[in-house]
Nanobody, 119 residues
Framework: QVQLVESGGGLVQAGGSLRLSCAAS????????MGWFRQAPGKEREFVAS????????YYADSVKGRFTISRDNAENTVYLQMNSLKPEDTAVYYC????????????WGQGTQVTVSS
């Protein structure tokens, strides 16, 4: 089993920055692909970014490219999402997720952390 706990959400003005963290409790953390998703009120959950198990390959939604950076520290079992130049449309609950290499579905999810960007 994998347990994921997000932190770092909050209220920020447009143009500001936040860094989300997600701590994973699993022995083989370095074998998991990690991702960030978000869900705004009244909308479906959407992909934000993902990172390979080694940290060498990153993927971003077009809406966040150039503004968000995903990274991981395998020694600390933690994945981060650095969010810069935040916009009101980035307001959502952000979820950390994990999946094992070779699988297409994310099987493990955190409880989510609220990010609110004021205009």
């Amino acid at each position: 089993q994998v347990q994921l706990v997000e932190s770092g959400g909050g209220l920020v003005q447009a143009g500001g920055s936040l860094r989300l963290s997600c701590a994973a409790s699993v022995r083989t953390y370095s074998s998991y692909i990690m991702g960030w998703f978000r869900q705004a009120p009244g909308k479906e959950r959407e992909f934000v970014a993902s990172l390979s198990s080694s940290g060498d390959n990153t993927y971003y939604a077009d809406s966040v490219k150039g503004r968000f950076t995903i990274s991981r520290d395998n020694a600390e079992n933690t994945v981060y999402l650095q969010m810069n130049s935040l916009k009101p449309e980035d307001t959502a609950v952000y979820y950390c997720a994990a999946k094992q290499i070779g699988l297409s579905r994310y099987d493990y999810w955190g409880q989510g952390t609220q990010v609110t960007v004021s205009s």
